[in-house]
């Protein structure tokens, strides 16, 4: 096989399982399996048959797995109700204050007395005092499950997206019951042991957030991190060190180098009965696995597995592997046994990343001189090749990353993750010696932090740019590949021109007199964004939990990011319940220049004024007023801050959680004007949306705010039937996703975008 024959088949492979992941449904297995048989009719028809066969094997691979990923989510009509199962836990359990959240390998469902097929991974939280759950421990257990479904949002995650890649059947939480216990006592396994080094090293250093840094360079367990601590990784660019990445692999196999150069000056004889060339790699190779089994087998770890794997190999069998065939081996190898993998952030950064390294790097010297060129220039060059996808994924980068890694990167590998190591090893041989490695880790790990806590307050270090589209980021990736071309290469700068369509994306900005309005998709709560040419609202920004996930964060911030919106001019908090109003601090962090008001300032924990009725702004002809509504002292429903925005051609009423006992109020402040948009009172509730209101508001278009199978059974079918009685169409964010609706001076009201449809999957609801 020639030098380069592994890269064609590898790049084949790899366009087949993406070409299907931005398919909207999936074909019959039958027709997977004729795919596949033609495929391996193709591989006797010449070098182009062979090329294209690897492409079609990589559909009909990508199709079948996929296929069965989704038939083994839990069956459409058990949702909602009580399942037994019997399963093994997965991974290390997370205790939070309240609850205890894990994974549950099932083994054994049943609805009743009858079997149900539902086999794979469950999520599962046990609230109320849930027991010690220990890692691979097997439960019996009542669930009450439903199928995987997230929220869908300019910028957010897409958590159904990241369920199918994990093979995560069903979610759900343990119900109450003597049923609930566990079966006997779990056996030896490797998740043990990493929560057992976990647990030591708490023990064993004081301070709460220096042991959970070390508990995550060790085992890669973050549990102990915060969300303040993610924040710092990412205003650095180094969340690929916070979690154990390849990189640290590498040093583990290169530990296991040296460990076999050190038993061979001892026993010299030893190269008599085996060669050292072949021992050194079958050491690299076992200490390299047993730390990467520590690190969870996450993929930058298992590629890098692969990776030594295959040189490992290849010097035990006295061949010559080259970097791009190795790289294309253990990719190959990872879409092989699992194509779905190719659906995770961590794929495309963890091969991108190295084949950039690859393609762009030439060591220029050698010794220290030869180092530090390949240690700073590789930090520039997987700064700007992995700025594409970074802004593709998670919507921002960060412009001190590259000083950041080039800081971190060395210091986190070469001292902090080897002294750890040998930490670890006298954890097993003799605790009482790890006290003071453990020790002298944390204060490096301490040392470090600190120095990256003041590099987060830099300007750029949170840089955020408008939603990537897929042209822009095939540009910016090849524009990357050029600049770093070696020299010699014919103007070079010409691809920092590429990265234009990046930074400048087109805009959607209304024009004066027009506004836009955004309900976007925050579950059992509310959150709406109205913009116009200049100005930027913001009312409500759904609800922050016990376990610290703040909608504000996860949901409102990165959709005005990725709406390219740098600037909110006023954060209205309908009222105080938690499901409005639980992620407005948030927001107002991230823009402590808006004017803040609030329908119940004195609930909440950050300074609001008042409502008052009768207030207006007026932005680009577009005028926004507060309604009278609520009754001072009366239920915090009803003193939702009711606002009317009004442009040329259409307008809108942002209700909150008023109730029918309000509405005449409401209704009767509503001046006659264009076609109205409503924001449905309460999420439809029973309580609210009379007939009375409808009729007198008339809207052209009624919009919900609703969880996706909300315990409170929000909107109620009786009041939505009210909206088809009254000729009312209505759409529902459970359902349609954020909604986008366009209100411009010249035409009439009409629904622009509906986030689940604009973007449909195959795993999508």
């Given at each position: 096989m020639r030098e380069d024959g592994a890269l064609v088949p590898a790049v084949m492979l790899l366009l087949g399982v993406l070409a299907v992941q931005w398919w909207v449904a999936l074909p019959p297995a039958w027709l997977c399996g004729v795919g596949a048989l033609v495929a391996l009719v193709l591989f006797r028809c010449g070098r182009y048959g062979r090329v294209l066969a690897w492409c079609l094997l990589g559909v009909a691979w990508a199709c079948w797995r996929g296929g069965t990923a989704m038939d083994a989510r839990l069956p459409r009509d058990r949702e909602g109700q009580d399942v037994y199962v019997v399963g093994r836990v997965v991974d290390l359990p997370l205790v939070r204050d309240d609850a205890t959240g894990f994974l549950l390998d099932v083994e054994e469902a049943r609805f009743g007395s009858t079997p149900l097929a539902l086999r794979g991974r469950v999520r599962v939280n046990w609230y109320n005092d849930a027991p010690d759950i220990p890692p691979c421990s097997r439960w019996q257990l009542t669930l009450r499950l439903k199928r995987p479904r997230g929220m869908l949002n300019p910028g957010g995650a897409d958590s159904e997206r990241s369920a199918l890649e994990r093979h995560i059947v069903a979610v759900g939480y343990v119900r109450n019951g003597a049923g609930n216990e566990q079966r006997g006592t779990p056996g030896f396994c490797v998740n043990a042991v990493r929560q057992a080094i976990s647990r030591g090293i708490a023990a064993r250093v004081d301070d709460p957030h220096d042991a959970a840094l070390l508990q995550t360079?060790?085992?890669?367990?973050?549990?102990?991190?915060?969300?303040?601590?993610?924040?710092?990784?990412?205003?650095?660019?180094?969340?690929?060190?916070?979690?154990?990445?390849?990189?640290?692999?590498?040093?583990?196999?290169?530990?296991?180098?040296?460990?076999?150069?050190?038993?061979?000056?001892?026993?010299?004889r030893l190269g008599l009965r085996l060669p050292r060339v072949q021992a050194q790699a079958a050491l690299a190779m076992l200490v390299a696995s047993v730390y990467g089994a520590l690190a969870g087998f996450?993929?930058?770890?298992?590629?890098?597995?692969?990776?030594?794997?295959?040189?490992?190999?290849?010097?035990?069998?006295?061949?010559?592997?080259?970097?791009?065939?190795?790289?294309?081996?253990?990719?190959?190898?990872?879409?092989?046994?699992?194509?779905?993998?190719?659906?995770?952030?961590?794929?495309?950064?963890?091969?991108?990343?190295?084949?950039?390294?690859?393609?762009?790097?030439?060591?220029?010297?050698?010794?220290?001189?030869?180092?530090?060129?390949?240690?700073?220039?590789?930090?520039?060059?997987?700064?700007?090749?992995?700025?594409?996808?970074?802004?593709?994924?998670?919507?921002?980068?960060?412009?001190?990353?590259?000083?950041?890694?080039?800081?971190?990167?060395?210091?986190?590998?070469?001292?902090?993750?080897?002294?750890?190591?040998?930490?670890?090893?006298?954890?097993?041989?003799?605790?009482?010696?790890?006290?003071?490695?453990?020790?002298?880790?944390?204060?490096?790990?301490?040392?470090?932090?600190?120095?990256?806590?003041?590099?987060?307050?830099?300007?750029?270090?949170?840089?955020?740019?408008?939603?990537?589209?897929?042209?822009?980021?095939?540009?910016?990736?090849?524009?990357?590949?050029?600049?770093?071309?070696?020299?010699?290469?014919?103007?070079?700068?010409?691809?920092?021109?590429?990265?234009?369509?990046?930074?400048f994306p087109p805009?959607?900005?209304?024009?004066?007199?027009?506004?836009?309005?955004?309900?976007?998709?925050?579950?059992q709560g509310l959150s709406m964004l109205v913009r116009t040419e200049h100005y930027v609202l913001v009312y409500d920004a759904g609800a922050r939990y016990p376990s610290d996930f703040d909608l504000g964060e996860a949901a409102v911030l990165p959709s005005l990011h990725a709406l390219g919106i740098g600037r909110v001019d006023l954060i209205v908090a309908s009222h105080a319940d938690n499901d409005h109003a639980g992620g407005v601090p948030a927001v107002a962090a991230a823009f402590p220049e808006a004017e803040r008001i609030s329908g119940e300032p004195e609930r909440l924990p950050i300074p609001m004024a008042p409502c008052e009725p009768g207030k207006r702004w007026q932005w680009d002809g577009v005028t926004v007023r507060i309604l009278p509504s609520g009754r001072e002292g009366g239920p915090a429903n009803d003193r939702s801050c009711v606002l009317l925005v009004e442009g040329k051609g259409g307008r809108a009423l942002l209700t909150g959680d008023i109730s029918a006992a309000v509405e005449p109020a409401v209704a009767a402040a509503i001046p006659h004007g264009a076609p109205l948009v409503l924001s449905v009172p309460h999420h439809g509730s029973k309580t609210s949306s009379s007939v009375g209101f409808i009729q007198s508001t008339s809207p052209t278009l009624a919009l919900v705010s609703a969880g996706w199978r909300s315990r409170f059974h929000h909107p109620n079918a009786a009041v939505m039937q009210r909206y088809d009685d009254a000729g009312v169409p209505w759409l529902n964010t459970a359902t349609a996703g954020a909604i986008q609706v366009d209100l411009p001076p010249d035409g009439a009201p009409h629904v622009s975008e509906t986030w689940r449809q604009r973007q449909s999957r195959y795993w999508r609801e």
């Open positions: 360079f060790s085992v890669s367990d973050t549990r102990g991190l915060s969300q303040r601590d993610w924040e710092v990784a990412r205003a650095n660019g180094i969340p690929h060190l916070i979690a154990i990445s390849g990189f640290h692999v590498g040093v583990a196999a290169l530990f296991g180098v040296w460990f076999a150069r050190f038993i061979y000056l001892l026993f010299p996450g993929l930058p770890t298992v590629r890098t597995l692969l990776m030594i794997g295959i040189v490992a190999l290849a010097r035990c069998s006295r061949r010559h592997a080259n970097g791009p065939q190795t790289l294309a081996v253990a990719l190959m190898a990872v879409l092989v046994a699992d194509p779905l993998s190719a659906l995770s952030a961590g794929f495309w950064l963890s091969f991108i990343g190295v084949a950039f390294l690859m393609a762009c790097m030439n060591t220029r010297g050698r010794g220290l001189r030869g180092f530090l060129h390949e240690l700073s220039a590789g930090q520039l060059v997987m700064t700007l090749s992995l700025l594409p996808l970074t802004m593709w994924f998670f919507g921002e980068s960060s412009l001190v990353g590259a000083l950041s890694n080039l800081i971190a990167v060395p210091f986190v590998s070469f001292v902090i993750v080897p002294v750890t190591l040998v930490g670890m090893i006298l954890f097993g041989l003799c605790p009482s010696l790890a006290q003071p490695v453990f020790w002298c880790a944390a204060w490096l790990a301490h040392a470090q932090w600190w120095l990256l806590e003041r590099m987060a307050t830099w300007p750029g270090a949170h840089w955020y740019l408008p939603e990537v589209g897929g042209w822009a980021l095939l540009f910016a990736t090849l524009g990357a590949l050029w600049l770093f071309m070696p020299r010699g290469m014919p103007m070079r700068w010409l691809g920092g021109l590429l990265f234009l369509p990046l930074l805009r959607d900005v209304p024009v004066a007199g027009g506004f836009q309005l955004w309900m976007l998709d925050v579950g």
